[in-house]
């Protein structure tokens, strides 16, 4: 069994979440940011995560990602490190998959370290599809959900946060996880999560 304690967090309702629900069309929304609803989530869950001593907050650089991150952890009491990487973007198959150059991320973010980031960090090779962007190939995105894995066994930390998306965390964990759901995994049932946060 794993010694380090993993906590995945699904970021709030994003605005591409909010008019895909209501219409089961891609609105077109290049890298959404939380709505107004997603805001009052992230508010809400804040508290049930403060008692857990998070060493380290794993975020993805999509915006909804950043600003659940911020909303969760700017006053934690533990104050954990907080990581922005790359590996665990959500896969890109719609609009609000697609980022937005790390120049852009660190400006509107400027408390979030992004300078390791390649200007371009998501998926924008081969041609464009006919909404307009890249779709990701499944064999890539399945290596990714493997290598964040590994990557996670290799941290040191004991207790770590990590802030991403649903597909992603479903691929990871088993489990389709709403909008702000908390849950805990075990690196070594990797189909299965262990318990709720």
């Known amino acids: 069994m794993s010694t380090t304690r993993i906590v995945c967090i699904r970021h709030g309702e ?5 008019v895909h629900q209501a219409t089961g069309r891609d609105p ?8 107004e609803r997603g805001r009052r989530q992230v508010a809400a ?19 909804r990602a950043l600003q659940t991150t911020a909303g969760l952890f700017a ?6 490190q907080v990581l922005v990487e790359v590996l665990h973007r959500e896969c890109q198959e719609s609009s609000c998959d ?22 371009t960090w998501w998926y924008a090779e081969g041609e464009v599809g006919p ?15 493997e290598g964040f894995r590994d990557f996670l066994r ?5 207790t770590i946060a990590v802030v991403g998306h649903c597909t992603f965390f479903y691929h990871l964990t088993g489990r389709w996880l709403e909008n702000c ?17």
């Open 14 to 18: 994003s605005t591409f979440n909010a």
């Open 28 to 35: 077109g929304h290049i890298d959404a940011p939380l709505s």
């Open 45 to 63: 869950a804040r508290g049930s995560l403060r008692d857990i001593p998070f060493e380290l907050v794993v975020t993805s650089p999509l915006t």
């Open 75 to 80: 006053d934690h009491p533990a104050k954990p």
């Open 98 to 119: 697609v980022g937005r150059a790390a120049s852009l991320l660190a400006r509107e973010f400027p408390d979030f370290r992004v300078d390791h980031l390649p200007e």
């Open 131 to 145: 909404e307009g962007w890249h779709v990701e190939p499944r064999p890539l995105f399945e290596a990714r959900v």
């Open 154 to 158: 290799a941290r040191p930390e004991r």
């Open 181 to 197: 759901e908390a849950l805990e995994i075990d690196l070594d049932s990797p189909s299965r999560a262990s318990a709720r946060a």
